[in-house]
């Protein structure tokens, strides 16, 4: 019973370069949240997505990032044009309802902007 | 908008004995959830303890406790007879109990265990 799993764990990318991280919720899960961890913080909230929809994108920045999660396959966080900046871990949380409470995290991935 | 905050960035405890990590947090809600999460160096997040808004009772498990204070906005994470591998970053988080609503998180406790 695979928990919620994220690839690539680590990720090094020159500037100006595309990152495409992915997500795959643990089963029957359909709620998919990404988080953003840079050094010594805590998690920033970025995205929130359902099947197919976008539901709150508040904490993403306008520009360069992207999410989505398609009815078939893993949930995307596309970065276009990485800066160094953009370095820090990434992390995909799961939950089976919308408010149930509890958020199950993957263990990351790692981004590294050279 | 809800806040969440921890005031001690590091906390050291011995083998054995108790430590407290505060949290407190802000919101005009009456129902929502509360949490513990801990990192190890693997960095994988792992939910220690969570407690809902309406319960009363403090939420426990094992040898991890909370003192859930609503009133005063509290949330403390007790750890009882310290393990080395309790040595973490901690954080504390909140969640509205509206539908799709995001985990909140504090900026984290590292915790640090000597033998």
């Known amino acids: 019973n695979a928990g919620v799993m994220q690839n690539p764990r680590h990720l090094v990318r020159r500037r100006g370069q595309e990152a495409r991280l992915r997500c795959s919720p643990m089963k029957g899960h359909s709620h998919v949240y990404w988080y953003r961890q840079l050094p010594e913080e805590g998690l920033k909230f970025m995205v929130y997505?359902?099947?197919?929809?976008?539901?709150?994108e508040s904490g993403m920045p306008k520009e360069r990032f992207s999410a989505e999660f398609p009815k078939e396959g893993p949930s995307i966080l596309r970065i276009q044009q990485v800066v160094r900046g953009d370095s820090a871990a990434y992390f995909c949380?799961?939950?089976?309802?919308?408010?149930?409470?509890?958020?199950?995290f993957g263990e990351g991935s790692r981004l590294t902007v050279l | 908008a809800q806040t969440v905050t921890q005031s001690q960035p590091e906390m050291s405890v011995q083998e054995a004995e108790t430590v407290t990590l505060s949290c407190t947090y802000d919101t005009s809600e009456s129902d929502y959830y509360l949490f513990w999460y801990k990192q190890p160096p693997s960095r994988q997040m792992i939910l220690v303890i969570r407690q809902e808004a309406y319960k009363q009772q403090n939420a426990t498990e094992n040898r991890f406790s909370v003192n859930f204070q609503k009133a005063a906005k509290s949330f403390s994470l007790k750890i009882s007879d310290s393990q080395l591998g309790d040595a973490a970053m901690y954080f504390c988080a909140y969640r509205s109990n509206q539908a799709g609503t995001a985990l909140i998180f504090g900026k984290g406790t590292t915790l640090s265990v000597s033998s």
């Open positions: 949380a799961s939950s089976l309802t919308p408010n149930t409470g509890e958020l199950f």
């Open positions: 997505l359902q099947k197919e929809n976008i539901i709150d």
